[in-house]
């Protein structure tokens, strides 16, 4: 009997090879590491300089470059969420590996390709328009109103608290630095990541207590906060346009007002549009045409929002809130899967490039500095003060307070983003965000993202028994 027909003829045999074989994998991450490593050492010179041929135009080491970058992301993710970790994380530290330990043993010319190459720059983007626009599929704003006075009061004070910190801390040790350097330093502190905190409440069986409840409607409404907050100190910044000046009082109102009425109307439109989309993608008749059809609106409203000054995540979070403002799930008749659904696969490979790249962007020798390690220490200090503080808006009785705090703490992949920005963006001629302070930033990310499962497991572990 062939090999191929005796395997399905025997499913149990075919089972035990696939976890025998997964269970091998998991036992020895060491040396899996060390195999995408080795990989990435001996592929990133060549990538380099096949690049750097003169007259000679190629796409191959673009490719080479993405091939690694995004296995050695998707794995090391694999491994973190075997031992329990959120995926961002490891993710994050596979690129800061990259682009620290490469250059020491194989030159710099490879991460300096990987860097600067612009295409890499482009999908990754990609990949943060596609987890944006999924997070406003995923949103649901009845749900916002239900949840009540405590949602609403911990993410008030979540956005308010940690900015305030957040500027008054960058005023206090950055005061040679522009204005806008310290306002994004606060804008950074504002997010929250709800998907790492809901993956952690649903590993606890504490998605449906009240603990667990306040702190995902708070988190959902945080990212609204936070991301008119970036699109208030984005378009403040485009305003400012690199000449130094000063904005009044009426021109900030005015670049609120934009952000505002931008999620307003897409809102708004996306009752009267988002069925007659919907249908008209069945009428096709074709598989998966839903998924374009929400992408080109995604891309769509991204463009508007970048045209008129504000972020273009900020349009991609709205074109999700257009198509699907209760979080119901998008799908035409002739579709077993949802348009969340169906963009999974998409997600799970550009998504992770951004988070790899970002890692790739941190300098670990910058940290030797003392007043840039002071500044990075202090500033997740301030990040974990600033959240725990959200425990004062919990007035529903029976709730852990401290267990709420702590369920807002983690920045995770909305604080890379907002710290993505901030190197983006120029002002009289400097980034907003430097090298230093982009890597003191994303040690904050890091350990706040670390702590916040640690601390929910601790605080909620014993009484989900009781919630379920």
Known sequence: MPVAQSMKARPHLRSHMFRKTFRTASLAPRRFLQLIATAAILGTPAVAGAASQEGHHTFGPIFLALALLVLAAKMAGLIAARWGQPSVLAELLVGIGLANLVPMFMGADGIAFVKSETTLRVLAELGVLIL??????????????????????????????????????????????????????????????????????????????????????????????GLMVLAVVTGIVTAAGGEGTGLSILEIAAIIGKAVLFLGITVFAGHFLAGPIVRLAARTGEHGIILIFGLALCFTLAFIAESIGLADIIGAFAAGLMLDPYGQGVRTKQEEATLSELLHPLSSFFVPLFFVLMGIQVYLPSLADPSVLEFGIILVLVAVVGKLACALGVVQSGASRLAVGIGMLPRGEVGLIFAGIGTSLSFQGKPILSQELFSAVVLMVLITTLIAPIGLRRTLGKRTGSDK
């Open 132 to 225: 944006l626009f999924d997070v406003g599929l995923e949103s649901d704003l009845r749900a916002l109103v239900r949840v009540g006075i405590s949602s609403t009061l911990v993410a008030l004070i979540g956005v308010v608290i940690p900015f305030g910190l957040g500027l008054g801390l960058a005023f206090w040790l950055l005061p040679t630095a522009s204005y806008l350097t310290h306002v994004f330093i606060g804008a950074t502190l504002t997010a929250t990541s709800v998907g790492i905190t809901a993956r952690v409440l649903k590993d606890l069986g504490a998605t449906g207590s009240r603990e667990g409840q306040i702190i995902l409607g708070a988190a959902i409404l945080d990212d609204i906060l």
